[in-house]
């Protein structure tokens, strides 16, 4: 009896599937078909090879694009890229350093596209070229609130380091800065002291203040909530025993 892995699926059970020659399918990987596949993908994207798992998220990405500035090894940069994953965002940019902390993103950045520029005027100058408004995401004075704002399909949103947030060249390049609307009273540092919140925390309010959202981007975030199949996202539906066993975990 095969004993079955302790993620994912074992070897394929029965005959291989077949096109109509008789051949393998393409997308198919027969190494995963003979030894199992223990990847931390989606139950659709079993035994299928990588390269064909990134085709098929290429048909249906959205056009928006995330980048992170990069200059001191922030360890957060990874839960940045495993987030962007999971809406299947066009592609994320490092900027700075091009070497960053990948443990956090879980090994989600093979399924992704990835641009490397080494300063923020080399992601302006990416940005114009291919006419996407660049836009910051930060709580710096003068950022507006990113619930109000009429928030483009196709724009590069800019985030920055954990606690120093934006750079000042990264605000100074982007055509707007936005803020998420935290509705929860601020933390306090252990020091005492109130911390700077980060560029996905957003902005403090006054506790209690309602919070808002803007028909246009309650539309965008259902839509991409909807089409979210990207590899790592927890999977729907009834789990089959014959066909799933154990949590998931990331094989590298």
């Known amino acids: 009896m095969t004993s079955r892995p302790a993620v994912g699926v074992g070897p394929w059970e029965g005959d291989r599937p077949q096109d109509a020659d008789g051949?393998?399918?393409s997308h198919l990987d027969p190494d995963l078909l003979r030894d199992g596949d223990t990847r931390n993908v989606v139950d659709r994207y079993r035994y299928w090879r990588h390269e064909a798992i990134v085709a098929d998220l290429d048909?249906?990405?959205h056009e928006v694009h995330v980048a992170v500035e990069n200059w001191e090894h922030d360890f957060n940069i990874g839960s940045v890229v495993r987030t962007a994953n999971a809406f299947n965002v066009a592609a994320f940019h490092i900027v700075g350093r091009r070497r960053w902390n990948r443990r956090g993103a879980m090994v989600t950045d093979r399924y992704q596209h990835e641009h490397h520029h080494p300063?923020?005027?080399g992601l302006g100058a990416?940005?114009?070229?291919r006419r996407l408004p660049l836009?910051?995401?930060d709580n710096v004075p003068g950022s507006r609130p990113l619930e109000d704002f009429p928030l483009p399909r196709g724009c590069i949103l800019l985030l920055g380091q954990e606690g120093?947030?934006?750079?000042?060249?990264?605000?100074?390049a982007c055509e707007d800065v936005l803020a998420i609307t935290s509705t929860a009273p601020p933390a306090r540092s252990t020091r005492g002291r109130r911390p700077r919140s980060s560029s996905t925390t957003g902005r403090s309010s006054t506790p209690g203040e309602p919070e808002r959202m803007s028909p246009m981007l309650r539309r965008l975030t259902s839509e991409m909530s909807m089409t979210v199949t990207a590899p790592g996202w927890p999977r729907s539906g009834p789990r089959s025993p014959s066909r799933w066993t154990g949590r998931r975990r990331a094989s590298r």
């Open 126 to 129: 990416w940005a114009q070229e």
């Open 59 to 61: 048909t249906r990405r």
């Open 23 to 25: 051949s393998l399918p």
């Open 119 to 121: 300063d923020v005027a």
């Open 135 to 137: 836009l910051g995401v």
């Open 164 to 172: 120093p947030g934006l750079s000042p060249e990264a605000v100074a």
